[in-house]
Every structure is written in C-alpha cells, then in structure tokens.
C-alpha cells in the first residue's frame, strides 16, 4: 500500500509497535539487517527512515537517499539469511527531506538469522534473541518445520500397552505385534510414533502408553462442576481427573460431562433415561477438539468447568498462526499436531475430518462462544446451556426442582436423574446417589469381593477415581470395608 504524506503522519503519531519502526537514519547495516529478520520472523512490518523516536518527522536529506537505498538492499541481501525480498518507496516532504518507508514482509523461510547467526523476535515495539529451546521450537511450530508430537521422550518402546497397541495394529493394519525389541522399535518409527534416539516420541506416549501421567503429568485433563455460575475455592459437586491414552481419556471426560447435564423426558414415560439437555455429539467434536488440537508446548492440563448456565472446556494453547475465532468457525483449519490427528482419523477417536469439528459442534447447538485468550495462552469453548434447542424452539431444558437445603447438602455429586439401582440397594438411599457411583455400587453388589484394580477396569476409570468413589460413599454411610485389606469383602449398610 503506497504511503501518502497524510498517512505517514498518521503512522508518526501513532507511535512504535509490533508493526511499526522509526530510525532517524540508517548508518549500521548489521542493526538494520537485525531489525528485517525481526519482522521477517514476526507477521512483517514497516520501517520508517527519517522518522524520530518520539514520532517527529524530520527526513533525511535527499543527497543521502541513494546510499541509504544502497545499505538497505545490501542488508537484505547479504545481512540476513535467508535474504529478503523488502520493498521501500521515497515520501517528499514539503521542506524537501525525504522519508523512506521501508516494508518487511512476513519470511516465508523462518527463522530469519542475521550475519553472526541470531535469530531475533519481535517484542512489542522493540526486538529481543531467542535465547530458549522452548521460543525456538515454537518458532519452528509456527511455520510447520516442527511439530511438538513429534518431541521425543524419555519413555522407551517398554512403558507401552502392549494390549492396547496388538489390539489397534489387529485391527487397523490386520498385523501382529513384532517380537523381538529391533523389530518393535522400526515398526514404531514407521509409524511415526517412536523417535530416532530409540525412545517412544510424544505422540507415541499420548496414544499408547501403558501410564502417561507418568511420563507427561501435565497432559491429562480435569473436570470440576461447580454449583451456581462461578468457580468456588472449595464448593464443587463433582469432579474428576482424566488419565491414560488419550482414547479412554476422552471416554471419561465426556461421561463425565454427560452425566452432569440435565435429561429432558419430554414424551418419554418416568422411566426412560430421557435425552441430554445438549446432544451428546457436541462434546465429543469439542473434546477432540480440544485433545488433538491443543498446544503441547504449554505445560497445563485441559480443563472441564460446569456451571448451571454453561460447560466451559479450555486448552492450553491460543489458535495458531493466523487462524481467527471467526474463520475457524467456517471450517478453517491449521495442523499443529498432524500425528495426533492422522492416528484420531484412524479410529482411536471420532474423528471426522481437520476444521470440521466446530461447524458440526455449532450445527448441533449453536449457542457455543469461543475465546482466544493470547495473555492467558489459552483457547476457551463455552457451551451455553440455555432453553433454545438447535433441533427446534420447542425443545426446552427442563426444569429444575428446588431442593430442600438437607438434599442438596448431601449431594456431593450432581446427579441428572435417580439412576436405576439394584434391588438390594435400600430405596432411601437412592435419591442421594448419582450415576457414577451406582454403577460402582452395582458391581459391588454383583461381587463384594471384587479389588479396587478390577473395579477401574470394569468402570473403565482411574483407580485414584474409584477410590475417591468408595471415600464418599463411606462418608454417606452406605459401604464399608470387613475383613483384612487382602481377602476383605465390601457390605452395604442399610
């Protein structure tokens, strides 16, 4: 866009920014050239010559055009690596001066090094080293030269589930489980999942580890529903930690969003289970969404708020590159971990296609709003739970019965409807119990001899999860432990 003296005026007082450079005059080429691979390694930006710090417009005399040209092109040239292809044109002034508008565009071959082999950022109005593996990789994120699933770990091929990974190969490729460990790590690096160093990579750690808590605490997930519309230090209904593979985390995490939502019976008789107030089918595009999708550079866990008036699921993380809250609900899309995403479109996720997720998630229920937090280095989703249904305005939520002080008081977990309990199950009990811990209690019943462990297998949960369970239906005064902690029996208290 060519510069018109009334628009450098303008540009002058607005001030220096991320965009936006003013130099008296240029006499260092090696300064100059740090300054382009700035911009270059940044969205691009313009440098004004002539132009004092405080936004005075001064000029440099006409004489020193030519060999302020001169030292540009040589910058650009020969000073920054790999050479830029910079614009500049020449605005008179009405004393005669001359100010040069010097435009950097965005590198298409970042990162950008000057002369002695730094790399420089933008900061604001001024510029700084990358001095951090962390920026670096970052860097190298941004422009699709490096992937964080792709990061190596320091789990070997060993802390994989066999189990998992025999059964994902069955059925997806109809192959076996090779043998022997040389055999096991090729196949692995085949398949992008195993780095060079011989360990599993991120991606392989994410998908297929046996524990990986373990090896990456930060990467699980949390979920908190709290009551009214706020986050509370020490009031909450129910909450959950979300570990393992990322196939049975995403499992847990949208039962567990599931079974705090309201059902609507609508013409349903007493006893059906009733629909979710919100389809099921947005928070699975959301979730997956959130766990493919998310930056893996910041170290934090993705997190699940419920309130009465909405479900918040926040990823570390902004939208990467250029993309924008309003073109990504058009279905743009930018891949930052394609390992993740290529083994999702495989089946270990309902995965149905890049940029995809959130125009079906709104086609569901459209009262969803987005917030891309760049402070606070994170992505928030926010599902509005409101009367307005996507299927049709007559569809409502239902309504919700005041509950006396002593009822709500013994809810410690929100449960949507009285669940179906085993008859042997005192009625009186019933109402005080949500759904999670009946299907604890049934498998109780059906066992009472039955290990902590196999209660995770069967719930298909954490065993920190099933011991928070059995903590609170203790308090509630419903089961108790008899006998030693090895060959005790569980009994329920009427």
């Known amino acids: 866009m060519a510069f018109t003296l009334q628009r450098l005026r303008a540009e002058a007082a607005a001030g220096e920014d991320s965009t936006r450079q003013f130099k008296s005059k240029i006499t260092n080429v090696d300064a100059l050239a740090a300054e382009m691979a700035a911009f270059a390694n940044a969205s691009g930006g313009v440098i004004f010559i002539g132009v004092e710090d405080d936004g005075s417009i001064s000029g440099i005399p006409g004489t020193e055009v030519p060999a302020t040209n001169q030292l540009i092109s040589n910058a650009a040239s020969q000073h920054v690596r790999s050479p830029l292809n910079v614009q500049t044109q020449n605005i008179l002034l009405e004393d005669g001066n001359v100010v040069i508008a010097l435009t950097v565009p965005a590198g298409l071959d970042k990162p950008y090094f000057d002369k002695k082999g730094v790399i420089w950022l933008k900061a604001g109005a001024d510029k700084r080293r990358i001095n951090s593996k962390e920026e670096l990789r970052r860097l190298f994120q941004y422009t699709s030269q490096f992937h964080a699933d792709e990061l190596p770990s320091k789990a070997s091929i060993d802390k994989l589930d066999k189990l998992l990974f025999r059964d994902f ?115 699975e595009e959301l979730l997956v969404n959130a766990l493919v999708h998310r930056d893996y550079l910041v170290s934090a866990p993705i997190r699940i708020f419920i309130f009465d008036d909405r479900v918040e699921i926040v990823s570390p993380g902004t939208l990467p590159n250029n993309l924008t809250i309003a073109n990504i609900k058009t279905g743009n899309s930018h891949i930052r971990n394609p390992i993740l995403i290529s083994y999702a479109a495989k089946g270990l996720l309902p995965y149905h296609g890049i940029g995809s997720g959130i125009v079906r998630a709104l086609e569901a229920w459209p009262d969803i709003d987005f917030e891309d937090d760049r402070e606070g280095s994170l992505f928030k989703a926010i599902v509005r739970r409101t009367r307005r249904s996507a299927e049709g305005a007559g569809a409502v939520a239902p309504e919700i019965a005041p509950e006396t002080p002593n009822l709500h008081q013994k809810r410690r977990f929100l449960g ?73 029996k569980w009994e329920l208290i009427s």
Do not use: C, W
């Open 169 to 283: 190969l069955k059925k997806r490729y109809g192959s076996e489980f090779p043998d022997t460990h040389a055999e096991q790590l090729r196949l692995l690096q085949n398949l992008n999942l195993a780095a060079s160093d011989g360990n599993l990579n991120l991606a392989g750690v994410l998908l297929f580890a046996e524990q990986p808590e373990r090896v990456y605490p930060q990467f699980v997930a949390k979920g908190v529903r709290f009551p009214g519309l706020a986050i509370h230090a020490d009031r909450y209904d129910d909450s959950e930690d979300f570990e393992g593979p990322l196939s049975r985390l995403f499992k847990d995490a949208l039962a567990f969003v599931m079974r705090n939502l309201h059902k609507v019976q609508a013409d349903n008789g007493v006893n059906a289970p009733g629909t979710p107030e919100i389809p099921e089918r947005v928070f």
């Open 416 to 488: 949507a409807n009285p669940p179906d309990f085993a008859p042997e199950i005192a009625p009186e009990i019933a109402p005080e119990i949500a759904p999670e811990l009946s299907a604890l209690l049934e498998r109780i019943i059906a066992n009472p001899r039955i290990t902590t462990a196999e209660l995770a297998d069967a719930l298909n949960v954490s065993r920190r999860t099933v011991l928070a369970r059995i903590t609170t239906l203790k308090k509630k005064g419903i089961l108790r432990r008899t006998g030693p902690s090895k060959g005790g």
